[in-house]
């Protein structure tokens, strides 16, 4: 595989980013035509990948489960040094970098089909810091699968439908159920219900992402005995019963729910948490 690069940058008021393509680009592709695709993110911290293990497997997982064909070179070592060089050396100190695997369109059957990817690296605050604080709500109209395939980062008009319901309500994001009205996650990643000493996570077989960030802290969380960590089938009015709500999401980072409707939320258990998990990385 040709392992040169083509870089863009484009820049804003607020980021800079970067996006690279291989040279062989094929601009229509299935990706485009089909979304026959996975989003995998791999995490930069003080200039040095960090979890690259964990989300390395999970885009080995992620990629088996779509049936897309794995190359022989997509090793840890590839990726680890695709980003030293295309992205540390650059400077990023913090970001997120958004990894799209994806089958191309050629004339052979799609399980032998070639793979290729793209990829993007928005640069933020610290990853491991709370970001801020976003205002969520319940979304009716629609609901999330919760089989094999919804685990994963693939294309989802769903989350396209609730992220413009989200922005037209002016809510940051919203939760989202399952066909037997549980609550699987957010538009952007998973919630992490605060109750007592109980924290309540939807269960992976109710339609909540699989996600690398959540599970290093939930894991965090677990062996310093911070809180008693429950996979559980919630129910959408649990959610007004929490003391605090987290969002974690591999593609925008950790938030605090500050409101749900009427109901307000804190923050200062997790914020708490959050803290002792990043100084765990020094």
Do not use: C
């Amino acid at each position: 595989m040709d392992e040169r690069f083509y870089r863009s940058l484009f820049f804003s008021t607020t980021m800079q980013k970067l996006v690279y393509t291989e040279d062989n680009l094929q601009l229509i592709n299935r990706s485009f035509l089909f979304g026959d695709a996975v989003w995998v993110s791999f995490f930069v911290r003080n200039g040095n990948l960090i979890m690259a293990e964990e989300s390395y497997f999970f885009l080995m997982a992620s990629m088996r489960k779509m049936r897309l064909h794995i190359p022989l070179t997509y090793t840890l070592e590839f990726f680890h040094e695709l980003f030293q060089r295309e992205v540390l050396s650059e400077g990023i100190q913090n970001g997120i970098i958004q990894l799209m695997a994806y089958r191309k369109l050629e004339d052979k059957p799609l399980p032998k089909a070639e793979t290729s990817f793209y990829f993007e690296v928005a640069e933020s605050g610290d990853i491991l810091d709370v970001q801020g604080n976003i205002e969520l709500d319940l979304i009716k109209e629609i609901n999330v699968n919760a089989n094999l395939l919804s685990n994963i980062r693939v294309h989802s008009a769903e989350n396209i439908y609730a992220e413009i319901y989200a922005k037209e309500n002016d809510l940051d994001d919203v939760i989202l159920l399952n066909p037997n009205k549980k609550i699987a996650r957010s538009i952007f990643g998973n919630l992490l219900f605060l109750q007592d000493n109980v924290i309540k996570i939807p269960k992976q077989t109710e339609g909540a992402y699989i996600s690398p960030l959540m599970e290093n802290f939930v894991t965090f969380i677990h062996k310093n005995k911070l809180a008693e960590i429950e996979e559980a089938e919630i129910i959408a009015f649990e959610s007004q019963k929490a003391e605090e709500i987290l969002r974690i999401s591999d593609e925008k980072g950790v938030h605090s729910v500050s409101k749900i409707r009427n109901k307000t939320f804190g923050n200062v258990r997790f914020t708490e948490m959050i803290s002792q998990w990043k100084n765990s990385f020094e």
